[in-house]
Nanobody, 115 residues
């Protein structure tokens, strides 16, 4: 079992920045991939960005490419740096991890961007 805990959400004005963090309950090298998804009211959950733990490339959604960056450390954490935020970025952001075909989710952190 893998537990994920997000932090760093909040209220920010359009054009501002936030950095989300996600801490896993296991060593990051026991995971295959980590990522961030978001869900706005009345909409389906959508991919924001993913990062492989050992080999492969990061994947960034078109809607946030050039504004958001995903990274990780070598311990337990993944990060989402969000710059030039827009009101359309308002959503609950969920951390995601995959290990041996299983998927784990955090409880989410709210990001609200005011115009």
């Amino acid at each position: 079992q893998v537990q994920l805990v997000e932090s760093g959400g909040g209220l920010v004005q359009a054009g501002g920045s936030l950095r989300l963090s996600c801490t896993a309950s296991v060593n990051i090298f026991s995971l295959d991939r980590m990522g961030w998804y978001r869900q706005a009211p009345g909409r389906q959950r959508e991919l924001v960005a993913t990062i492989p733990i050992r080999t492969g490339s990061t994947n960034i959604a078109d809607a946030v490419r050039g504004r958001f960056t995903i990274s990780r450390d070598n311990v337990k954490n993944t990060y989402l740096q969000m710059n030039n935020l827009k009101p359309d970025d308002t959503a609950v952001y969920y951390c995601n991890a995959e290990r041996v075909g299983l998927t784990y989710w955090g409880r989410g952190t709210q990001v609200t961007v005011s115009s």
